[in-house]
């Protein structure tokens, strides 16, 4: 795969979904390098100087009073890396790491980090050669960056830690070498820079939006399958009242939902002589609350492409003035918010779908469909379980929702008295990501299962398409069967992505909103 060519500063989302989803490697474009060369001279004039200068010629935290002399340097930045290699627990999956080492580049690449073009360069050509550093997913707290995760990261530019390449975990300076490469000296601040930033933590809240966003939209396939199967109204839908409230993804799912619904038979047998006045809110508040998820998952994509372009390390390097200055750009709080609010409309999707399959299997709410929906109720319990399954499953991310950004805790000797808790915010949504498709297969299984006892009503083409694209995999529920695998099959579906897919190709075009 030809590597993207990326401007610093300008990477947009559709740059870095490719490095995530299907291996791309990137490259900056040339006109980077001049700021780079330029900042990089500025820190080996620094390195010889005698005033102080944070990080270059001192320690680093609290032993940043302690200065270190011009030989040293080099000892200073290859012990920072070693020492800083304290992560725990499993392995990163390899697409978070592609992106964090992608994510690294284009911020060193901003030529604000004093680091030389040899230090980007190994990074761009361990991505373009899949050597894919092991990184342990536990311990950071976001601030001073990620520390940790980005140390396994640069302990491999070195020749040390571990790394991943041809699908063996080798010895770091190994695992160069069969890729053809040779470990970096660093020079002055150079470790600073690499372990300085909010690269992981950025990284993996991407990939939970990614998926968050594509099941946002899935969601509204399956809640559009509810309303048919319970036979609600398509009323409340109406862009006159979404128009009214004003916020954009609002006005889309209305319009997705009743896209999704035009042409059904099943809302047309019951427009006139239905006793019901208003339906549940999990069905009729579909745009208020999917809506809502979408616009949050809008935002999080602007705070994570501006984070994606950002410089995070400390001190930076402002080469118009020659300047070197401290600051806290490393702090993750942005990243951290994000993904809390991720994580809040993720656990809200399932919360509302979640009712939505309980009131279809209700006999109390479900508008003439048998209990459970099974057809021989007492000898089969049907759905009965499926619902406890989705209930566990909403309650489990509910309990993940809870913000971490507020989470703060003093490290490092009260020198970093307030931290992000960004790792934390971001690494769940993945996991929030899984359960959250569970839920919406199992809506998928149960709302099928209502329209189709709906016969000989037949709801529309689109959503008959999304059935038909189930019914490959699933059939219709009869008497109890083991049920497992149903739900996984269902759930599989859901997390492909195939019930959008299978809308777009119904209508003709794809209906759902972009990120």
Known sequence: MTAILVTPGRVSFSELVPVLVAGASIELDPSSWPAVDAAAAIVTKAAQGREPVYGINTGFGKLASKRIPPEQTTALQRNLILSHCCGVGAPTPEPIVRLMMALKIVSLGRGASGVRRAIIEQLQAMLARDVYPLVPQQGSVGASGDLAPLAHMAAVMIGEGQAFVEGRLLPGQEALAIAGLAPVTLGPKEGLALINGTQFSTAYAIAGLIRAHDLGCTALVTGALSVDAAMASTAPFRPEIQALRGHAGQIAAGAILTELLNGSAIRMSHLEGDERVQDPYCLRCQPQVTGAALDVFAQAARTLVCEANAVTD???????????????????????????????????????????????????????????????????????????????????????????????????????????????????????????AQILGIELLVAAQGIELRAPHATSAALGAVIAALRAEVPPLGTDRYMADDIAKAGALVASCALPAAVARALGRDPFPKL
Do not use: W, Y
């Open 314 to 436: 400390n001190p930076l390097v402002l080469v118009d003035t020659g300047e070197i200055v401290s600051g806290g750009n490393f702090h993750a709080e942005p990243v951290a918010f994000a993904a809390d609010q991720i994580a809040l409309a993720l656990s809200e999707i399932g919360a509302i779908s979640e009712r939505r399959i309980a009131t279809l299997v209700d006999p109390a709410l479900n508008f003439g469909l048998p209990p459970f929906l099974t057809p021989e109720p007492g000898l089969n319990s049907g759905f009965m379980i499926a619902e406890v399954t989705a209930a566990a499953l909403f309650a489990e991310n509910k309990q993940r929702a809870l913000p971490c950004s507020i989470d703060s805790t003093p490290t490092s000797a009260n020198q970093e008295d307030h931290v992000s808790m960004a790792a934390h915010a971001a690494r769940r949504l993945l996991d929030m990501c899984d359960n959250l």
